[in-house]
């Protein structure tokens, strides 16, 4: 038997999924991250390490009056179209009535307008400081600069989780969650030096059977405080060079302290699961950044509301009577708004868009285009609508 | 939308219920007036609806739809491209800018203490992270928190079997500390 060493691999942190998003957003200052670095957004409510006292910490942005003027005056402007549409335009066209098509206009500039007044806008994005920044900088090619703040990181807790859906007999492993570890070289080999490494005894609880296809694996933190350090070679080649894939394995961010009610603790004890097979090595980490996927559940079904609310009101003031409106009036106005509210919901699945390669923007420009013809024959419905039906006073 | 001042041009004299534009809602009273040509009232005595003009066009379009482009999120340091694009897609389908919007009131940033928890909550902060497995590389001095080591029974023993050479424990409590019966395997 011989022991080559041990391949480090950063996996994705189990309590905080982020989305490579900042493709095509300015960053303030200088920032060139060394290979193997990245940018993600941090949690919304992450936590900051305090300022100094007396210190004080100002992050300049601003509030858009324009876009809050436009927005106001769009509001009145659509509103009195949608006023006006009450009586005899939609006794005439029906639900189809080219005033009631301002109706998704009027509800989404009000709701810009109320989010343009509770969040600041900012001309770029800010890097916040961070042990991971710390180890990018002790890099070759990196340089970042205009960093705000830090963020407060946590360890996790020496919670044991363990599953393994080998059927083999040789699944006994070591392993171990929040241990930390410093890289350190002896001649040409980097070393991990483990230092207060918790051990945890790993056992067969029951064989897996056929009704349960899961082993269960026992485990048992060794009681007291242990004190061993020891160090292990450290292979910086593929995992398929190594023979039995032993691994550190590395989170891509840390544990972050938050303040909301993702409540960090509750996915720290569900780190560090490994699954384990001869044949296929892999990772699984069953953690979940539950509150953030709660959270974009709540945003996807406030889009929703937000677009059944239009549609409420123009059920309200139509009551979809049909009128004496062409079917072509009411096709070309229904499919403009249900297709709205199919991109409307379908945009909160992608967080923003980029792309890569400009097929990606060939093919975004034809979606767009191909989905935007109930748009432009929505337009030109109302606006044949409009011309025929006139200009009106009306006298009361 | 006053319309008066546009009854120059090829007017017909049409008697029509027209009352002056301030009188009670009661009181309707025929009088003569000129108004333009294709003027109706679509049966409804209280209204007065004159041909639309393109400006009326224009601007009917101008205040409900295009404007409407305008008041969409921008992301902060979001990029000339993307921010027009959600603009265009906006003026065509306003449901569009439904999430930025949902997103910009959920964050209740403004009720923030910190400048620093504003923007955070307004999505304007980034970290630094690694990338997966297999771009980034171990170096030096790197001291890392929150790892998994996993090491096989297998490895362990190898290890054990050349211990000395590959594995050093340096400092154990008890001497039996690193041993296989202790944990029973």
């Given at each position: 038997?011989?022991y ?50 007396g ?18 005056a769009?509001?009145?402007?659509a ?39 509770i969040?600041p ?21 990196c ?24 059927t ?148 309200g ?50 979606l767009?285009?191909?989905?935007g ?24 | ?58 601007v009917?379009?101008?205040?409900n ?13 979001e ?24 997103k ?67 400092a ?14």
């Amino acid at each position: 038997l011989d022991y080559k060493g041990i391949i480090v691999s950063v996996i994705k942190a189990p309590w905080y999924e982020f989305k490579d998003r900042h493709h095509d957003r300015k960053i303030h200052g200088t920032c060139r991250l060394p290979h193997g670095y990245t940018l993600a957004a941090v949690p919304r409510d992450a936590a900051f390490l305090p300022q100094a006292e007396g210190d004080e910490f100002s992050l300049s942005s601003n509030y858009s009056a324009i876009k809050a003027m436009v927005a106001i005056a769009q509001s009145i402007y659509a509103g009195t179209t949608l006023y006006n549409a009450r009586g005899d335009q939609i006794n005439k066209y029906g639900y189809a009535a080219f005033g009631l098509t301002v109706t998704p206009y009027l509800v989404m500039s009000i709701v810009n307008l109320i989010g343009a007044l509770i969040t600041p806008q900012y001309p770029c994005l800010y890097v916040v400081g961070s042990t991971v920044l710390d180890e990018a900088r002790r890099r070759n090619e990196c340089h970042v600069d205009g960093t705000v703040g830090r963020l407060i990181e946590i360890e996790a807790s020496t919670s044991f989780e363990m599953s393994s859906q080998s059927t083999q007999d040789t699944f006994s492993y070591w392993t171990c969650s929040s241990l930390s570890f410093k890289l350190s070289s002896s001649g040409p080999d980097l070393r991990a030096r483990f230092n207060g490494l918790p051990i945890a005894k790993v056992g067969l609880a029951s064989w897996p059977s056929e009704q349960t296809s899961s082993l269960e694996l026992l485990l048992e933190e060794r009681s007291g405080h242990v004190k061993e350090s020891f160090d292990l070679p450290i292979l910086t080649g593929h995992s398929e060079e190594n023979d039995w894939n032993d691994a550190i394995y590395l989170p891509t961010c840390p544990l972050i302290k938050r303040t909301g009610k993702a409540n960090t603790n509750s996915h720290v004890n569900r780190w560090g699961i490994v699954v384990y097979d001869e044949e296929q090595p892999r990772l699984i980490s069953l953690g979940t950044n539950r509150g953030a996927s709660l959270w974009a559940w709540g945003s996807r079904s406030y889009a929703a509301l937000t677009s059944l609310l239009s549609l409420a009101i123009i059920g309200g003031l139509s009551h979809f009577n049909r009128g004496s409106s062409s079917r072509a009036q009411r096709g070309w106005t229904m499919a403009w708004w249900v297709v709205g509210v199919g991109i409307g919901v379908f945009l909160t699945l992608i967080p923003s868009w980029h792309w890569q390669g400009g097929w990606q923007l060939v093919m975004w420009i034809s979606l767009i285009l191909s989905l935007g013809s109930s748009a432009i024959g929505g337009f030109i419905v109302v606006g044949e609508m409009f011309v025929s039906y006139g200009q009106f006073i009306r006298i009361t | 939308m006053i319309q008066v001042f546009f009854l120059k041009t090829l007017s017909a004299q049409l008697s029509i219920a027209t009352a002056a534009l301030l009188v009670r809602a009661a009181t309707l009273k025929n009088i003569t007036v000129s108004v333009p040509e294709g003027t109706s009232n679509h049966g409804d005595p209280r209204l007065l609806c004159t041909p639309t003009r393109w400006t009326d066009v224009i601007v009917f379009f101008l205040g409900n739809y295009v404007a409407h482009a305008g008041t969409v999120i921008v992301l902060p340091g979001e990029g000339i491209k993307s921010a027009a694009i959600i603009a265009a897609v906006s003026l065509l389908f306003p449901i569009a800018g439904v999430q930025r919007g949902i997103k910009a009131i959920e964050s209740w940033a403004n009720f923030a203490m910190t400048d620093l928890e504003i923007a955070a909550r307004a999505g304007a902060l980034c970290m630094v992270v690694r990338k997966e497995y297999p771009n980034w590389i171990p170096q030096k001095d790197d001291a890392m928190s929150n790892a998994i080591l996993k090491i096989s029974v297998r490895s362990y023993k190898a290890l054990l079997a050349k211990s000395g050479n590959s594995l050093h424990p340096v400092a154990c409590e008890d001497e039996s500390g690193l041993t296989f019966d202790r944990l029973g395997l």
